[in-house]
């Protein structure tokens, strides 16, 4: 019955912006860890930020700080990661995922969304 889904994905030129979206179904998102990760061709995967189910702890890649925030909807049991001032480094797949803490691996994932940076 869990299941994540990811969108808002695609093809985004250097310096520009996407809006990442995993909707979450089967379970209350606000009972659990969530965390994007990323993973480019021939690259181990990544993660990118995690906040704890309280939203007392969040915490981002040093890739990432600055550019990325992650937050969540919980009416609509939905999780975002707003990239800003994405760089040609940023292309990758990415995942959410859930759990009860912060950890990798986490327990329970999603598919995936390309994003590909490129002049």
């Known amino acids: 019955q869990l299941q994540l889904v990811e969108s808002g994905g695609g093809l985004v030129q250097p310096g520009g912006s996407l809006r990442l979206s995993c909707a979450a179904s089967?379970?209350?998102?606000?009972?659990?860890?969530i965390g994007w990760f990323r993973q480019a061709p021939g690259k181990e995967r990544e993660g990118v930020s995690c906040?704890?189910?309280?939203?007392?702890?969040?915490n981002y890649a040093d890739s990432v700080k600055g550019r990325f925030t992650i937050s969540k909807d919980n009416a609509k049991n939905t999780v975002y990661l707003q990239m800003n001032s994405l760089k040609p480094e940023d292309t990758a797949v990415y995942y959410c995922?859930?759990?009860?803490?912060?950890?990798?691996?986490?327990?329970?994932w999603g598919q995936g969304t390309q994003v590909t940076v490129s002049s």
């Open positions: 995922a859930v759990d009860s803490g912060c950890w990798y691996p986490m327990r329970y």
């Open positions: 906040t704890s189910s309280s939203g007392d702890s969040t």
């Open positions: 089967g379970f209350t998102l606000d009972d659990y860890a």
